[in-house]
C-alpha cells in the first residue's frame, strides 16, 4: 500500500519504544536458574506462600527410606504433614543449572506415631562440600519445629545433600529447597571488626541465624523476592525503652542503581528503630541488640539502614558498634546518596563478644552532631563455615560420610592412581629435601636455644602503675612481652613445651571454647595438671586482654583467684597456662551439662569464696582492680568445689582517692553488664558488685543470666528474678533441686542481698564487703537452722550463732608498702573454710 509504513522504519520504531521501556520500567525480579521445592515423603503437591513443594521421588537417591504422611491437617504448616525417615544413609541429588551461590533451606517437623523417636533422633546433613547439621537433637532445643537456612557456593553441576543416621537411630526430612541467588548478594569480602578487611566470603559456607526487620512487622516470603524471613526484633533488644518505631510508605524508598530489592525488600528500608529521645537524657547513650551465638564461629553481619527519620540533609549523624568496638564513625546516609530515603548495607565479620556467648549490634549518636539520634533499619547475622568447612561442630564431611559412600569409580581410581603417582616422585624429591633442612636447623637450634627457667610468680608484684603495659605496643607483641619477660611475670613456656603438654593440642583435650580461643586440659613434664588458653591464631584478637591478663595475675596471689603459671609468646602466639580447676565452671555445675545439682549448702560457700576473691580485687591493692566480666563462666572449682574467680582480660584499675569513677567503653557481657555503667560508661567497683548478683540470681535459679528464646520479660534473669524477689516469691523460681533442702531464714537473707546488689544505681549497692557478710550469715542460718527473722537487722542475733572472735583490725590489715598489697588479704588468709564466719572479713574502708 501507499501509505504503509516501510518495515525498516517500522522495526526501528518498534526497538525505540522496548528500548525506552526498558529505561523507564524498574529492574526485573530475580528469576533463579534453579529452583527446586521438594515435600519429602509426600505423594502429591503441596502448596506454601504461593510456592509449589513437588514430591520427592524424582531427586530422591537412596535406598528411598520410609514415606511418612500424617493425617493431622491442624499443623503449623502443610510441608510439616509429611517427612522421609533413612535408617541408613539417604542422598537427594539436584542437577544444577548454573553454578554459584545457592539456597539450602531444610524444614523439620518430628511427627509422632512414625515408628520412631524423631524427637531423639541426632540430625546429621552434609553437602558435597560443607557440614551443615552435626547430632542436633530436638530433645535437646525447645523446639517443636525447625527452619534452618544455608549459603553455599556450588561449583560443578550438581548438588548433594546426606542425611545420615548415627548412635542406632534414624535421621528425617520434611521439606527441602535448593534455590539460586544473585551472586552480587554476597561479596567476597567485608571489613572485620576491629581488624581491617577481611576476604574470601565467596568460599565459605553461611547459615542465616538472626535476620531481624527493625520497627517493623515479621515478613515472609511473600513479602521478599529471595524467599526470606524477616523476624521482629524487640526480643532482642537490650533495654526496650530505648528506641522508637518509625514507618512510611514503603513507595517513598529510593533504591539506588547499584542496589536492589534482592538485598532487602522495601518492607525493611520503610521500617526503623530510632532512639527514644523521652526516655534517653545521656547522649552516650546507644540502642542496642543482643544475640546468643556460638563463640566457636565467625560471623557475618549485613546491617541495613535507610533515612527515613530525617527532614532535612546531614542532620542524623551516628555510630555504628560491633561488641563495643567502633565499626563505623560518624555515619551520616544523606551525605552517601546526597537525598534521603536512600538504602544503604554494610558488611562486617565478628566473633562473640570477648569470652562469652553473645554478640551485641548498638548505634549511637555522634557527640558532635546537633542532632543526638541514631537508626538501624534491618539486620542479618549469618554463621561462617570454620576450618573444617563446617557450620556446626569440628568434624569435616570426609570425617562423616560413609567410606562406601565416599568412594569413587573404577576409572576415577585409574586416573588417581596416575596423578598420585606423579605427585608421590615430586613429593619424594621434596621431602628428602625438607628432611635435609630439618637437620641442618636442629643443630643450629640446639647450638642456640637458651636455657628458660621457672620464674615462679611473686607473691606480691609491683604497682600496677609501674608495670602497665605502654600504649603504644598494642600493635606488637614481642615488645612489650620483652618487659613482661624482665619483670619475671610467671614461666616463660616453650611453643614445644606446650605442644608437647597438650598433645598438640588435641581436640579431646578442649575444656571449653570463649572468644579468646580455646582451654586445653594440659600436662607438664612434672606431671602438674594445667589449662592452656591458646588465643586465636589467625588474628590479633584479645592481644589487649592478654597483656592485661599477664599483668593482673602476675601481681594477684590469693587462695579465691586462679593462678597464673606462665605465658607462651613464641610464633605470634598468645598462650596462658593457669593452674588446672578439676571441676570446671560453675555454670556447667548450675545448667546445661548433666552434672548432679549443687546443694544449697556448696552454692553459698562458691559464692563466698567468689565474694572473697572479688573483695580482695577491690580492696587489696594500693589502688582497687575492677574486674569488669563476673559472670559463673569465670567462676572455676577446684576438685573441692573451693571457687575461685578467673579470666582478667578485661579488668581494669579502678579510681583513685580523688575520683568517684573511671570513664571508658564499655566491655562485658550481656546479661551480667550494670546497666549505670552501660548508660553512662562509668565503671566503679560497684558494677562488679551488679554482676555478682545476677550470678546470685542465676545460683539460686539454675538458669541463664540471658536467654533470647524465652519471653521478653523471662529473657534477662536479673530482670525477671528481681520481679520475683519483690513480690516476695523468690522461693517459687528457685532450682526445684533446692526445694525442701534449704532454710527459710538462709533463703531470705540470700535473696535480699541479691536484690541490693541488682539495684538500679550503683550508690544503692552494698560493697564487696557487705555482700560477703551476708553470705556469709547466711550461710551461717542455713548451718544452724536457727530461727532467726531475717527481717530483723542480722547484727541483733550475732550472739546467737557464736561468731569468730575478730582480731585488731590493726594487726590482721597490716599493709606491705612495698608491694602495695593488704598482706591480710594475701593466699594465707583463705586457709580456714567457709563456713567460719568473718574468718575472711577484711578491713571495713573497702566499703
Not at 165 to 180: L, Y
Not at 198 to 218: A, D, I, K, P, Q
Not at 302 to 322: A, E, Q, W
Not at 662 to 689: A, N
Request: aromatic share 10%; proline share 5%.
Amino acid at each position: 500500500m501507499k501509505d504503509s509504513i516501510p518495515s525498516s522504519l517500522l522495526s526501528l520504531l518498534l526497538f525505540t519504544v522496548f528500548l525506552l521501556l526498558d529505561f523507564v520500567a524498574p529492574a526485573a525480579a530475580f528469576n533463579p536458574a534453579d529452583s527446586y521445592y521438594i515435600a519429602c515423603g509426600s505423594s502429591k503437591n503441596i502448596t506454601v506462600e504461593n510456592q509449589i513443594f513437588i514430591p520427592d521421588t524424582f531427586n530422591l537417591r537412596s535406598s528411598g527410606g520410609d514415606s511418612v504422611v500424617s493425617s493431622n491437617h491442624s499443623l503449623s504448616s502443610p510441608i510439616h504433614q509429611s517427612l522421609r525417615v533413612f535408617t541408613q544413609t539417604g542422598f537427594y541429588r539436584f542437577r544444577i543449572k548454573r553454578p554459584g551461590r545457592h539456597w539450602v533451606r531444610l524444614h523439620f517437623y518430628p511427627l509422632s506415631k512414625t515408628g520412631h523417636d524423631l524427637n531423639s533422633a541426632p540430625l546429621t546433613v552434609l553437602t558435597d562440600e560443607f557440614v551443615l547439621l552435626h547430632n542436633f537433637s530436638f530433645a535437646n532445643s525447645n523446639l517443636s519445629y525447625m527452619t534452618r537456612e544455608f549459603s553455599v557456593n556450588v561449583t560443578s553441576d550438581t548438588l548433594s545433600l546426606a542425611f545420615i543416621p548415627s548412635n542406632g537411630s534414624v535421621s528425617f526430612i520434611n521439606g527441602i529447597e535448593v534455590v539460586s541467588i544473585p551472586d552480587e548478594l554476597i561479596s567476597d569480602s567485608a571489613m572485620a571488626v576491629p581488624h581491617g578487611p577481611y576476604s574470601g566470603l565467596s568460599t565459605v559456607g553461611l547459615e542465616t541465624v538472626y535476620r531481624l526487620n527493625m520497627g517493623g512487622s515479621m515478613l515472609t516470603a511473600k513479602n521478599d523476592t529471595l524467599g526470606r524471613r524477616w523476624d521482629t526484633d524487640v526480643k532482642y533488644l537490650h533495654v526496650n525503652s530505648s528506641v522508637l518505631q518509625k514507618s512510611v510508605d514503603p513507595e517513598i524508598v529510593n533504591y539506588p542503581v547499584d542496589l536492589t530489592k534482592e538485598i532487602a525488600p522495601s518492607w525493611v528500608y520503610s521500617t526503623a528503630n530510632v532512639m527514644n529521645d523521652a526516655n534517653v537524657t545521656d547522649s552516650t547513650f546507644n540502642m542496642t541488640w543482643v544475640f546468643s551465638v556460638d563463640p566457636a564461629f565467625s560471623y557475618l553481619l549485613r546491617l541495613h539502614f535507610c533515612d527515613i527519620f530525617s527532614k532535612t540533609m546531614d542532620t542524623l549523624v551516628f555510630d555504628v558498634y560491633v561488641n563495643s568496638d567502633l565499626a563505623i564513625p560518624s555515619l551520616d546516609l544523606s551525605a552517601m546518596k546526597s537525598q534521603l530515603s536512600v538504602p544503604y548495607y554494610k558488611d562486617f565479620v565478628a566473633n562473640s563478644s570477648f569470652g562469652s556467648n553473645y554478640l551485641s549490634v548498638s548505634v549511637g549518636p555522634d557527640l558532635m552532631a546537633d542532632t543526638k539520634n541514631a537508626i538501624l533499619n534491618g539486620l542479618e547475622i549469618m554463621k561462617i563455615s570454620n576450618g573444617r568447612r563446617s557450620l556446626d561442630g569440628l568434624s569435616s564431611v570426609d570425617n562423616l560420610l560413609p567410606s562406601s559412600a565416599n568412594s569413587v569409580n573404577k576409572e576415577e581410581k585409574k586416573n588417581m592412581v596416575v596423578v598420585i603417582g606423579l605427585v608421590a616422585g615430586i613429593l619424594g624429591v621434596a621431602v628428602l629435601i625438607l628432611i635435609g633442612c630439618f637437620f641442618f636447623f636442629q643443630v643450629i637450634y640446639r647450638r642456640r636455644k637458651l636455657h628458660r627457667p621457672w620464674l615462679p610468680l611473686p607473691l606480691y608484684g609491683n604497682s600496677h602503675t609501674d608495670s602497665k603495659i605502654a600504649t603504644g605496643t598494642q600493635k606488637s607483641v614481642t615488645p612489650s612481652l620483652i618487659s613482661l619477660a624482665s619483670a619475671h611475670h610467671g614461666r616463660i613456656f616453650t611453643f614445644a613445651e606446650i605442644m608437647d603438654s597438650t598433645n598438640k593440642f588435641d581436640e579431646k583435650l578442649v575444656l571449653g571454647v570463649g572468644g579468646f580461643g580455646k582451654v586445653y586440659k594440659g600436662t607438664l613434664d612434672d606431671g602438674t595438671l594445667v589449662a592452656v588458653k591458646r588465643g586465636n591464631p589467625r588474628s590479633e584478637q584479645g592481644l589487649a586482654e592478654f597483656h592485661t591478663e599477664i599483668e593482673m595475675l602476675s601481681k594477684l596471689r590469693h587462695r579465691h583467684l586462679v593462678s597464673l603459671i606462665g605465658y607462651c609468646d613464641e610464633r605470634s602466639e598468645m598462650i596462658l597456662v593457669y593452674e588446672y580447676m578439676a571441676n570446671g565452671p560453675l555454670r556447667s555445675h548450675l545448667y546445661g551439662a548433666g552434672l548432679p545439682p549443687l546443694s544449697w549448702k556448696q552454692r553459698l560457700e562458691i559464692c563466698i569464696g567468689s565474694a572473697k576473691g572479688l573483695h580482695y580485687l577491690h580492696t587489696g591493692a594500693t589502688q582497687s582492680i575492677i574486674h569488669r566480666d563476673v559472670k559463673t563462666t569465670n567462676i572455676l572449682l577446684d576438685e573441692n568445689f573451693v571457687a575461685k574467680v578467673a579470666d582478667f582480660g578485661l579488668s581494669k584499675t579502678g579510681p583513685s582517692l580523688d575520683q568517684t569513677h573511671v570513664s571508658t567503653i564499655v566491655k562485658g557481657s550481656f546479661g551480667y553488664l550494670d546497666p549505670e555503667y552501660f548508660r553512662r560508661q562509668q565503671l566503679t567497683e560497684k558494677s562488679d558488685v551488679y554482676s555478682f548478683g545476677v550470678v546470685m540470681m542465676e545460683v539460686l535459679c539454675s538458669r541463664p543470666a540471658l536467654n533470647p528464646g524465652l519471653p521478653r520479660e523471662q529473657a534477662n534473669i536479673a530482670e525477671w528474678a528481681l520481679e520475683w524477689q519483690k513480690k516476695g516469691m523468690l522461693e517459687q523460681k528457685m532450682d526445684p533441686a533446692l526445694i525442701g533442702n534449704t532454710n527459710p531464714a538462709s533463703l531470705k537473707k540470700y535473696g535480699d542481698m541479691a536484690e541490693k546488689c541488682l539495684a538500679e544505681r550503683g550508690v544503692d549497692r552494698p560493697s564487696m564487703y557487705d555482700v560477703l557478710w551476708n553470705l556469709e550469715y547466711a550461710l551461717q542460718l542455713q548451718e544452724t537452722c536457727a530461727l532467726v527473722d531475717p527481717d530483723e537487722n542480722s547484727t541483733n542475733h550475732i550472739s546467737a550463732i557464736q561468731l569468730t572472735p575478730l582480731e585488731s583490725l590493726e594487726n590482721s590489715m597490716a599493709v606491705d608498702e612495698s608491694a602495695g598489697i593488704n598482706s591480710g588479704t594475701d593466699e594465707d588468709a583463705g586457709e580456714t573454710t567457709t563456713s567460719a564466719v568473718f574468718s575472711q572479713l577484711v578491713h571495713p574502708r573497702g566499703r
